[in-house]
C-alpha cells in the first residue's frame, strides 16, 4: 500500500466556513482567483467567514469544494 502524499495534504475548513465563501462568490459573482484576494484585501470578507488573514484557504481549496 502507498502512503498518501503529505505534501498535498491539508487541514479542511469546516463546512460552515467554506459554505460562507460559497455564499459571497456566489453574491458577488467573484472566481477562486478573486475569492482568495478579497479574502486577503477586504476585512469584512475576513469578517463574514470567520479567517483570519493567516488562515484563508487558497483558490484551489475553494474550486475542490465548488466541484
Known amino acids: 500500500m502507498e502512503k498518501p ?3 498535498y495534504y491539508t487541514n479542511p475548513l469546516p463546512l ?4 460562507r465563501i460559497h ?4 453574491f458577488y459573482n467573484l472566481s477562486n482567483p478573486e475569492m482568495e484576494d478579497s ?3 477586504i476585512e469584512s470578507t475576513c469578517w463574514f467567514t470567520r479567517i483570519t488573514i493567516d488562515t484563508a484557504p487558497d483558490e ?3 474550486l475542490t469544494f465548488r466541484h
Open 16 to 19: 460552515s466556513r467554506m459554505l
Open 39 to 41: 479574502l486577503h484585501k
Open 5 to 7: 502524499n503529505l505534501r
Open 60 to 62: 484551489t481549496t475553494s
Open 23 to 26: 455564499c459571497l462568490q456566489l
